[in-house]
C-alpha cells in the first residue's frame, strides 16, 4: 500500500525531471526578470510552478532551443503585457517557436480568405488555420465580436494542444462534383 501511494506521488511531481529542472533553473527566473511587475503567486515553492509548466510541455518533443526561444517571445511579450505567460500560454509560445502561426496570424488568413475568396474555395496555408475556420465561422454570425474573438482563442488552444501532439487532421480533399445540370437529360 505504502508503495503505491509513493508511486503515486513522484508520478503527480513530474514525468520528466530533467524538463523541469530546466523550467525550474533557467525559465522561471527569466520570467521574474522580464515581468517584475507580475504577481507571481508562486509562494516560494518553484518546484511545484516547474513542474506545472513541464506537464504542459511534456509529450510535445520539444527541443530545448525550442523553449529557449519562447523564452525570447516571452521578453518581447512583457513589454506590452503586464503578467508573464503561464503554462498553457507558455506551451503555445514553445509551439509558435516551432512554427506554428499565432493567433494573429491565424485571424489575418482567415479574414483574407473570407473577403477575397467569398463564395469560393479557399486555399488554406496549415491545416490549423483550416480547422480554425471550420470551428468559428459559423459563429461569427451570432456572436459579438469580442465574445467570437474569445472564442476564436480558445478554440485555438485547443487546437494548438492537438499540432503539438500530430494530431490534428490534414486539411480534407476538395472533391469535385461532375454531375451534368437536370435540363441536359431532356435535350436531345
Known amino acids: 500500500m505504502n508503495n503505491q501511494i509513493s508511486t503515486i506521488n513522484q508520478l503527480q511531481r ?65 513589454v506590452s503585457e503586464r503578467h508573464a505567460p503561464n503554462p498553457i500560454e507558455f506551451k503555445i509560445l514553445c509551439l509558435q517557436a516551432r512554427g506554428m502561426p499565432t493567433l494573429e496570424q491565424c485571424m489575418s488568413e482567415i479574414n483574407e480568405q473570407r473577403i477575397k475568396s467569398y463564395g469560393k474555395s479557399k486555399e488554406w496555408s496549415e491545416p490549423l488555420v483550416y480547422w480554425l475556420n471550420q ?39 476538395k472533391i469535385e462534383h461532375t454531375a451534368q445540370p437536370a435540363y441536359l437529360k431532356y435535350v436531345g
Do not use: H
Open 14 to 78: 513530474c514525468p520528466d525531471q530533467l524538463l523541469a529542472s530546466l523550467i525550474g533553473g533557467e525559465i522561471l527566473p527569466a520570467l521574474r526578470a522580464y515581468y517584475p511587475a507580475s504577481d507571481f503567486n508562486w509562494r516560494g515553492n518553484l518546484e511545484q510552478t516547474a513542474t506545472e509548466y513541464a506537464n504542459q510541455l511534456f509529450g510535445m518533443k520539444f527541443l530545448v532551443k525550442e523553449i529557449r526561444a519562447a523564452l525570447d517571445l516571452a521578453r518581447l511579450r512583457s
Open 135 to 173: 470551428q468559428i465561422a459559423a459563429a461569427r454570425v451570432n456572436l459579438p465580436d469580442t465574445a467570437w474573438q474569445k472564442m476564436a482563442k480558445d478554440r485555438y488552444t485547443k487546437l494548438a494542444d492537438k499540432y503539438g501532439k500530430n494530431e490534428l487532421s490534414p486539411i480534407p480533399l
